[in-house]
T-cell receptor
């Protein structure tokens, strides 16, 4: 266990559904990240939060909406997704957004959009 | 567009051999370089990072960086079957957004 948990681990949703992914870190870190990992594509950073403030949005479509209520919790709200959004969504944390070398990943949520 | 290139493999080496994984990158302004290991069905795990030209050793792992050639590599000495995984190269420049390669699959056979 890395100290970063994600729920649910698997999610199947229709294109008209609304769902949320949850991430929690127990490491006392101040930066949290959402990544997307699709089959046969590079791991892609989506959002960065540093001290609860969003510092990076890597040109992510608005159907993905992040929320960071505190430094320990991160959510990814999903609505009107497309089948091509099916992927593994990984949460990660680090001490701050600079110390990427101390970044720890959660186990991921495997999302399937039907 | 910033690119990080890795041979997808699989790279197959016998147990006890040296596995050499390579990565090239396009952005000359890149400042920090990372190697992650990802077992099948698991999340990535950072195993090495390097900032300066030359070699950095950590146990059986050695990262090698050549900024002039825009090349970073990972050597795994005395490879073990438990090293079988996909190895991801990531490169970061002045922004806080790393660029990842597609990964190289390594198979260490007994």
């Amino acid at each position: 266990e890395t100290g970063v948990t994600q729920t649910p681990r698997h999610l199947v949703m229709g294109m008209t559904n609304k769902k949320s992914l949850k991430c929690e870190q127990h490491l006392g870190h101040n930066a949290m990240y959402w990544y997307k990992q699709s089959a046969k594509k590079p791991l892609e950073l989506m959002f960065v939060y540093n001290f609860k403030e969003q510092t990076e949005n890597n040109s992510v479509p608005s159907r993905f909406s992040p929320e960071c209520p505190n430094s320990s919790h991160l959510f990814l709200h999903l609505h009107t997704l497309q089948p091509e959004d099916s992927a593994l969504y990984l949460c990660a944390s680090s001490q701050d957004r600079i110390t990427l070398y101390e970044q720890y990943f959660g186990p991921g949520t495997r999302l399937t959009v039907t | 567009q910033k690119e990080v290139e890795q041979n997808s493999g699989p790279l197959s080496v016998p147990e006890g051999a040296i596995a050499s994984l390579n990565c090239t990158y396009s952005d000359r302004g890149s400042q920090s370089f990372f190697w992650y290991r990802q077992y099948s069905g698991k999340s990535p795990e950072l195993i090495m990072f390097i900032y300066s030209n030359g070699d950095k050793e950590d146990g059986r792992f050695t990262a090698q960086l050549n900024k002039a050639s825009q090349y970073v590599s990972l050597l795994i000495r005395d490879s073990q079957p438990s090293d079988s995984a996909t190895y991801l190269c990531a490169v970061k420049g002045g922004s806080y957004i790393p660029t990842f390669g597609r990964g190289t699959s390594l198979i260490v056979h007994p």
